[in-house]
């Protein structure tokens, strides 16, 4: 999809024009230089969102679109979409979305960032299976008024950060007899041979020599061996590096404590945190962001056969530390734990992990916002602000010490569930994983929600979103 700025577009067959008006904080339609009839102008100021006709002496299709109330960017990201999903039901390769005068009490620059994100955003499909035959919107023209080179450097990074966020809605809306363990491996082969980055595989035999025995038990079961990626940029000179670590598991069936109806449904997406990392370090890497980063991805599946872990299994992990196993459906904590371990031990200035750890999470929080938890408190102000910047969902959660003693075991250092069950599911799974890090900065990030979407929201379809992609991006861009 091409987008373009400019101040005023060509008037051309066959191109839809969508015109964009808000209202005032009376509800009036703020409209200027408009050929709007008086007609259509109540019948928007009493809550039609939309309505067409042509204009005369224009020969495509002209809609008005009220986005709503100004200085609200969610109502431009839906507009957005709207604009999108319009361009294709009318089969128009080419469309034109004017601003005007912009009145939408958003500053030009900012408003041309998150519509191209939006744009961007909106114009994926997961089509493997099923081919789309319908028109692509080819080309995207937006009226607004900016300069040329600052237009052409918004749009082109909002290309590269969509790329890296398609890359793990590919990864994470494939099925998991195609996201297989070895197909993991081999796309981020192959997307890291784009940009110049390796791939180090800690396989079997390494994670068995190394202790990785957490790892090892949730794998033990799966068809294909558990093993972790280790991927390096190297962006900034004399500066520590920054780990993110992304649960990879390629199918949740929860092990012996199986996974029962609906339970199961998505869990090809349990892989969600470790393709997010991968698309971060991609992008980073393809922005040259000036920042050093490491993305460890424990991949493993969670099956249930024979050998699967059982429940009452104890196991001394890489930080040696010993964990009963008292629900075998709480993995990701686990995997996680031998690879935050690995990491905290390396001095590094911080430590991000990203994953799809808790259905509590979506119970609480819904699939609109990530549950952060922050160790330090200048990184969460980063991390909060960068989520405000790209409109992703963010809410801190507290790591709460009344509640360290719920993970408490008889016979070993700590249970992988807490007790009493069902409280604060989402703050116990935090507290589990902060136990594993000793000296680091640390930041979890549970995605269970926001990581794949049942129904479309603003400019994201239904399916895998890439969530938190975009805040981390932004979180090295300015820290
Ligand atoms: N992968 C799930 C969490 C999940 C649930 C992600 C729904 C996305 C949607 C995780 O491994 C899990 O099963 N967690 C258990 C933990 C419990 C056994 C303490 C859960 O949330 O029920
Ligand atoms: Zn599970
Ligand atoms: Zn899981």
């Known amino acids: 999809m091409n987008i373009n700025f400019t101040q005023k577009f060509e008037d051309k067959t066959n191109q839809l024009i969508v015109t964009v008006l808000f209202l005032d904080s009376d509800n009036k339609l703020i409209c200027k230089n408009e050929t709007l009839s008086d007609d259509d102008k109540v019948a928007l100021e009493k809550g039609g969102k939309e309505t067409s006709r042509f204009k005369s002496g224009c020969t495509a299709t002209q809609l008005w679109y009220v986005a709503g109330k100004k200085e609200d960017e969610n109502a431009i990201r839906k507009t957005c979409a709207f604009f999108y999903k319009t361009s294709k039901k009318y089969s128009y390769a080419n469309a034109v979305l004017d601003f005007g005068t912009n009145e939408s009490g958003i500053e030009n620059l900012r408003l041309a960032q998150i519509v191209s994100d939006s744009l961007f955003m909106s114009d994926y499909k997961y089509d ?6 319908s028109v692509k919107l080819e080309n995207v023209t937006i009226c607004l008024d900016i300069p040329a080179n600052q237009a052409a450097a918004i749009v082109e990074k909002n290309a590269v950060i969509a790329k890296g966020v398609n890359l793990v809605r590919d990864m994470v809306n494939a099925p998991a007899n195609i996201m297989t363990i070895d197909k993991f491996e081999e796309t981020a082969k192959n997307a890291c041979r784009e940009c110049g980055l390796q791939v180090n595989v800690l396989d079997k035999k390494t994670l068995t020599e190394k202790g990785m025995n957490l790892l090892l038990a949730v794998g033990q079961a799966g068809i294909q061996e558990p093993r972790m990626l280790e991927i390096s940029y190297h962006g900034a000179e004399d500066e520590k590096t920054n780990f993110i670590v992304g649960k990879g598991i390629v199918f949740d069936a929860g092990g012996m404590n199986l996974k029962t109806g609906t339970g199961l449904n998505d869990m090809k997406t349990d892989m969600a945190g470790a393709a997010t990392a991968l698309g971060i370090i991609i992008t980073a890497a393809s922005l040259k962001l000036k920042c050093n980063i490491t993305v460890l991805l424990p991949l493993a599946e969670n099956a249930i056969s024979s050998k699967s872990m059982h429940t009452g299994d104890v196991i001394v992990g890489y930080k040696k530390k010993s964990v009963e196993i008292n629900n075998t ?12 371990s690995y990491a905290d031990e390396q001095n590094p200035e911080l430590i991000i992990d990203i994953a799809t750890l808790t259905g509590a999470a979506l119970i609480a929080l819904g699939s609109k916002i990530t549950a952060g938890f922050f160790t330090d408190t200048t990184v969460k102000n980063k991390m909060m602000e960068a989520a405000q910047m790209t409109g992703e969902g963010l809410w801190e959660l507290p790591l709460a010490d009344d509640y360290r003693g719920y993970l408490k075991s008889d016979i070993a250092d700590l249970s992988n569930i807490s007790s009493p069950p069902r409280e604060a599911g989402t ?6 994983l902060q136990s594993f890090v000793e000296n680091a900065k640390w930041v979890h990030l549970d995605i269970a929600g926001p990581s794949f979407l049942d129904n479309a929201w603003n400019a994201y379809p239904a399916g895998a979103t890439g969530a938190m992609l975009k805040t981390i991006i932004q979180y090295f861009e300015t820290k």
Not at 128 to 133: H, I, L, Q, R
């Open 128 to 133: 493997v299976f099923k081919k789309d035959d």
């Open 329 to 340: 459906d709480a993995e990701g904590r686990l995997i996680l734990a031998d690879a935050i």
């Open 427 to 432: 703050i116990t799974a935090a507290l589990f």
